[in-house]
């Protein structure tokens, strides 16, 4: 299997056509669709549906495709890394979830495009299982997870960020007419909380043991979703608290024996830094210093 073959491959999704992923490539149609049913042939399955009008992929082409675009990726990452050895220049691929962190790393994101030059900052919001899964395929040099767990796994630089857990619930709903909360407040209503793996299993013990009478009516992954969550009505989330709930249309309401959440960064044990992900450690562990 040719990386060649692959990177093909990818532009045929895209343009869900070999007529004209073949133009955009500058090979002949024949060619290109002569690579694809070789490719097919060596890993024994169909990719494609050719219809009518356009092509679509198989659940095998859906599987290739994910570890194509992973493969395309970990090789443009690791040729800029030896390309710009000497200057301070390339790619950084860092992930995080929303929250606090987000502007201290943007801060060092600036520092290091001021320090060096051709320098991209390839920076995405995603869970902490994504985080975890991305790291490990090879895809990203950090993340940044917010947990309580030990990582034992990951390279770890502890940042001096802790996030508040509490309720958010909608302005107009707010009746209890204080802002800190205990258990039993929740007793009866229907809560929304977090889908990562961790902190959804420490918040259910936490439920289990204080709250006992409650529904958990959905989960989320991202601020955006829970809030339209909250203000459909669906129920109250547990989240951290964020400076958007000290105004609008959301309120926040701490609650109580809920320990606060860690902000971590971490990275791939084995992994061997380029120098833009050295000076970005570099300037983080700064930053955590200052």
Do not use: C
Not at 118 to 134: G, P, R
Not at 140 to 146: R, T
């Amino acid at each position: 299997m040719e990386l060649r073959v692959l990177r093909y491959f990818i532009e045929i999704v895209n343009d869900k056509s070999i007529t004209s992923a073949a133009e955009k490539l500058h090979i002949s149609q024949s060619t290109l669709s002569r690579q694809i049913k070789d490719l097919e042939i060596e890993l024994g399955t169909i990719l494609f549906e050719r219809g009518p009008r356009e092509i679509s992929l198989t659940d095998d082409g859906y599987f290739l495709l994910e570890r194509a675009k992973e493969i395309n990726s970990l090789v443009e990452s690791t040729t800029s890394a030896i390309l710009n050895k000497k200057v301070l220049s390339g790619d950084l691929y860092v992930a995080a979830g929303e929250g606090k962190a987000n502007a201290m790393l943007t801060e060092t994101f600036n520092k290091l495009i001021k320090k060096g030059e051709n320098i991209s900052i390839n920076f995405e919001t995603q869970d902490a299982d994504q985080i975890f899964k991305n790291l490990d395929a090879g895809i990203l040099d950090f993340g940044v997870v917010y947990t309580n767990d030990s990582l034992d796994r990951y390279n770890k630089l502890s940042l001096p960020i802790d996030n508040q857990t509490g309720i958010v619930l909608p302005r107009k709903d707010d009746n209890f007419g204080k802002d800190n909360l205990v258990a039993t407040d929740l007793k009866g209503m229907n809560l929304l909380i977090p889908r990562q793996i961790d902190v959804h299993s420490q918040l259910i013990s936490y439920l289990d043991e204080y709250v006992r009478d409650y529904d958990i009516t959905g989960t989320y992954d991202m601020n955006y979703n829970m809030r339209a969550m909250v203000l459909s009505g669906m129920g109250y989330a547990i989240t951290f608290n964020k400076p958007e709930y000290q105004s609008g249309d959301l309120v926040f309401k701490s609650l109580n024996y809920l320990d606060s959440i860690k902000t971590v960064l971490i990275w791939k044990k084995s992994r061997t830094l380029s120098r833009l992900a050295e000076e970005f450690l570099k300037e983080m562990k700064h930053e955590k210093s200052e």
